[in-house]
Nanobody, 115 residues
Framework: QVHLVESGGGLVQAGGSLRLSCLAS????????MGWYRQAPGNQRELVAT???????NYADSVKGRFTISRDNAKNTVYLQMNSLKPEDTAVYYCYVRKSLTNYWGQGTQVTVSS
């Protein structure tokens, strides 16, 4: 059983910053890829950023240069530092961990960016 809990969402003005955290528990290890997706109302869930066990990262074009994903393997935690936030970043952000060809998801955390 894998369990993920996100935190750090909230309301911020455009240009501000937030840091999301996601604590993973259960039968996972530092070898499992982790990452973040987001879903805005009326839109499909979209990839934001991923990070492998070797800390190789990948970002959506819309967040490159503004968001940074990192992980602390000792704590089974993945982070998403979000800077220069824009109103279009408003969404529910979900973290995931991939294990045995299956993605496990957290419950999501709301990020709202006001203009």
């Amino acid at each position: 059983q894998v369990h993920l809990v996100e935190s750090g969402g909230g309301l911020v003005q455009a240009g501000g910053s937030l840091r999301l955290s996601c604590l993973a528990s259960g039968s996972i290890s530092s070898l499992n890829p982790m990452g973040w997706y987001r879903q805005a109302p009326g839109n499909q869930r979209e990839l934001v950023a991923t990070i492998t066990s070797g800390r190789i990262t990948n970002y959506a074009d819309s967040v490159k240069g503004r968001f940074t994903i990192s992980r602390d393997n000792a704590k089974n935690t993945v982070y998403l530092q979000m800077n220069s936030l824009k109103p279009e970043d408003t969404a529910v952000y979900y973290c995931y961990v991939r294990k045995s060809l299956t993605n496990y998801w957290g419950q999501g955390t709301q990020v709202t960016v006001s203009s």
